[in-house]
């Protein structure tokens, strides 16, 4: 079951990179289009890419009950905390 979990976590996370990149693609070519014209679909890719990282920093780091976690990003921030 072990190797069975790695391969499970090793497949989600580089799904979330591949998504996390996809997104970042998609924020550099929708700067050709008026801003007014992107309203939209450019506040749907920041939340795409905030959720995003904040999956990947999850899944990166080790919590233990009784920790705190905070993930930074430019539009903000995200604090976890594990009750014991």
């Not at 079951?1 to 799904?15: F, G, P, S, T």
């Not at 550099?28 to 990947?56: G, V, W, Y």
């Not at 990166?60 to 430019?74: F, L, P, S, V, Y």
């Amino acid at each position: 079951m072990k190797k069975e979990i790695e391969e499970l976590y090793d497949e989600v996370y580089e799904k979330l990179s591949e998504f996390h990149q996809t997104s970042l693609n998609y924020t550099q070519k929708i700067t050709d289009i008026p801003l007014n014209q992107r309203e939209e679909e450019t506040e749907k890719l920041e939340r795409i890419e905030f959720a995003l990282q904040a999956a990947k920093d999850i899944l990166e780091n080790i919590m233990a009950k009784g920790t705190k976690m905070t993930i930074m990003h430019q539009k903000g921030t995200i604090q976890i905390d594990l009750d014991e």
